[in-house]
Nanobody, 125 residues
């Protein structure tokens, strides 16, 4: 089992920045991919960014590429999502997720086995 706890959400004006953190505990050695997903009211959950823990390969959704950066600190068992140039359409609940195996589609929620409770990000215009 892997437990995930997100932090760092909040309210910010358009153009601002936030950094989300996801602290993992438990059987962290079993986590292969780590991902960030978001879900806005009335919309489906969508993949935002993912990282392959063992090689630090990264993957981004087109909507955030160039603005968001996913990174990891293996010593702290923590994954980060640096979000810059935020837009109102980035408003959503953001979730951290971990997969046990290799994710063929790293931004697909179905590839992930463990989920955090989420942290709210609100961007005002």
């Amino acid at each position: 089992q892997v437990q995930l706890v997100e932090s760092g959400g909040g309210s910010v004006q358009a153009g601002g920045s936030l950094r989300l953190s996801c602290a993992a505990s438990g059987a962290t050695y079993s986590a292969s991919f780590m991902g960030w997903f978001r879900q806005a009211p009335g919309k489906e959950r969508e993949g935002v960014a993912a990282i392959y823990s063992r090689a630090s390969s990264t993957y981004y959704a087109a909507a955030v590429k160039g603005r968001f950066t996913i990174s990891q600190d293996n010593a702290k068992h923590t994954v980060y999502l640096q979000m810059n140039t935020l837009k109102p359409e980035d408003t959503a609940m953001y979730y951290c997720a971990a997969s046990k195996g290799d994710a063929l589609v790293p931004l697909s929620s179905g590839e992930y086995n463990y989920w955090g409770q989420g942290t709210q990000v609100t961007v005002s215009s």
